[in-house]
């Protein structure tokens, strides 16, 4: 802070030296003055110029240091009073600035957290309809018309419930249950969602559940299975999804395996991250990125660690691994 001042303060500093210089260069051309005396007055003057500086630099920057708090959390409190009538000018205006940007930031979460709520109730609305569309296709004969219409109310059904996740997360830890949630009964019924999708790729499963059980909130665990489920079935073909749950270390650990497509190396590091869709050649422009996003944020919020092991045209691994009992009380909700 003290270099902003003195860079503020340049041209009066520039100004006071020239003046010196300037009475120096008039004793040494004028004869009738005595040079010595003059030394003694610039060495003084410059002295006094120097400690007047150095009080003025801490009175007049503690004002603006302290605006460097306010404009990261708009808290008024910590601001130091204004003494000058410059500063008095600077207040005034932050705080009628800092109140304008409060009520901005209110109105906005209004209308955010109002457009959130619009936004669930539309969803359990068209769910509705979406039941009874489900109902409809059930009853059809017509085999392939049967089959593209289930595959199309999943992929709907499927996007409304990422888009309802992807909504409630803010507010997770209000919504957590632990609970022991029971693996067999759980997988299936996401496998029995994903069925006819499944039967038009070929696709099988292959179950394993040696631990039977894990401690964690069920509602989020399964939109986690859902999405590594949804994953392994849209980018394999004609192959089998391995999934083994066993223990380890005292803790649990669930894989999913597929023998699709695979991703490249260089993708891994970034395979959670919001919007990301692989650099891999593929024709799923679709793709939003958002699954293994949200993914990743909720098993964070449940303590679950993922791993994940892929490599192009051998298939991917995502393993995770729970929490052992004991560390339960570090999740708000429990």
């Known amino acids: 802070m003290i270099k902003t001042f003195l860079k503020e ?27 010595t005396p003059l030394l ?19 009175k007049e920057t503690k004002f603006y240091a302290s605006l460097s708090e306010w404009e990261n959390s708009l808290d008024l409190t910590n601001m130091a009073g204004a003494e ?15 109140e304008l940007l409060k009520q901005t930031v209110s109105n906005n979460l209004v209308s955010v957290e109002q457009e959130k709520d619009e936004l669930l109730s539309w969803i359990h609305e068209v769910k509705t309809p979406l039941t009874a569309m489900h ?29 309802l996740h992807q909504k409630r997360l803010p507010f997770m830890e209000n ?21 006819s999708w499944c039967m038009q790729k070929g696709i099988g499963f292959e179950v394993e559940l040696e631990a039977a059980s894990v401690l964690t909130d069920a509602k989020w665990l399964a ?24 223990m380890e270390d005292d803790r649990t ?17 970034r395979i959670f991250d919001k919007g990301f869709t692989s650099t891999t ?34 298939g991917t691994t995502f393993t995770l691994t729970f929490p052992r009992k004991n560390e339960f009380g570090a999740i708000s909700g429990m």
């Open 253 to 269: 650990k669930l894989m999913v395996q597929d023998f699709g497509r695979g991703m490249d190396k260089k993708d891994l590091p």
């Open 9 to 35: 303060r340049r041209s009066w500093i520039v100004l006071f030296f020239c003046l010196q210089l300037l009475v120096l260069f008039t004793g040494y051309i004028d004869s009738a003055i005595n040079f």
């Open 281 to 314: 050649v593929h024709h799923d422009n679709a793709s939003t990125g958002m699954g293994l996003y949200l993914t990743k944020k909720i098993s964070e919020s449940l303590l679950i660690h993922i791993d994940v092991l892929s490599a192009p045209g051998v």
């Open 40 to 58: 003694y007055i610039v060495f003084l003057s410059t002295l006094i110029f120097v400690i007047f500086l150095c009080f003025r630099s801490h």
């Open 175 to 195: 919504d957590l249950y632990i609970e022991k949630t029971d693996l067999k009964v759980l997988l299936f019924k996401e496998i029995k969602t994903l069925q």
């Open 223 to 246: 939109f986690i299975i859902r999405q590594l489920l949804t994953n392994a079935v849209k980018y394999s073909s004609a192959s089998d999804i391995v999934i083994r749950s066993f």
């Open 135 to 163: 109902l409809m296709i059930d009853r059809l004969d017509d085999s392939p018309l049967k089959a593209q219409l289930s595959l199309e109310w999943l992929r709907i059904h499927l996007l409304l419930d990422s888009q």
């Open 84 to 98: 000058s009538p410059f500063e008095k000018i600077i207040e005034e205006s932050i705080v009628n600035q800092t």
